[in-house]
């Protein structure tokens, strides 16, 4: 074959599956709630088999695994027009950050410089990959959410860098006067 009738042939076939899905909207990458879930009060502990089931492969992968998500993403497109609400564990719910201490860090991944509720993440030292980190968990399940990075001089209030995988959170946006259910209107008697 030669190689015009090749070229043409490959963006025939581009065009038509680039056309299959149009009309179907896109479901975000990052898991999203319309409301705030009920948080862990205590420790969550599962077996390896129960958070198979319970959660994704990718969120499995992140949280239990330590995975990392591809940097620049969809799920960080996601994140960047994403407007005010809280993220919380894809693992146990826990409340981990909020929009307001929520910035673009440039790098590639979801970043905060400070968590919502302190108490739901630890850090620990990490020495993978031949070099020393400090990774972030969620104190209620133990799943890997990222890292933490210091002194990089972001106009923050306190120089940190959360650099989270957002595959390992759930997105709640704030509700909006709009989105509060107004009171139901009695319905007309008849006489």
Request: hydrophobic share 30%; charged share 25%.
């Amino acid at each position: 074959m030669r190689p015009a009738r090749l070229i043409l042939r490959l963006i025939a076939c581009s065009v038509a599956l680039a056309g299959c899905d149009a009309g179907e909207p896109k479901k975000p990458v990052m898991e999203t709630r319309t409301e705030v879930p009920a948080e862990p009060t205590d420790k969550v502990v599962k077996t390896d088999a129960e958070w198979k089931k319970e959660l994704t492969p990718e969120q499995y992968r992140i949280l239990r695994q330590a995975g990392t998500e591809r940097a620049n993403g969809e799920v960080y497109k996601e994140f960047k027009h994403q407007g005010a609400g809280t993220y919380h564990c894809a693992g146990c719910n826990a409340l981990l950050f909020s929009s307001d201490q929520k910035f673009d860090s440039g790098c590639g991944w979801p970043s905060f410089y400070d968590p919502a509720k302190a108490e739901n993440v630890t850090i620990k030292k990490d020495t993978t990959l031949g070099m020393t980190r400090v990774e972030v968990l969620c104190a209620k399940c133990g799943g890997h959410l990222g890292h933490v990075f210091e002194g990089e001089g972001f106009n923050t209030p306190t120089d940190q860098r959360y650099c989270i995988n957002g595959g390992g959170l759930v997105f709640v946006p704030a509700k909006t006067k709009t989105d509060e259910k107004q009171p139901a209107k009695a319905e007309p008697t008849k006489s």
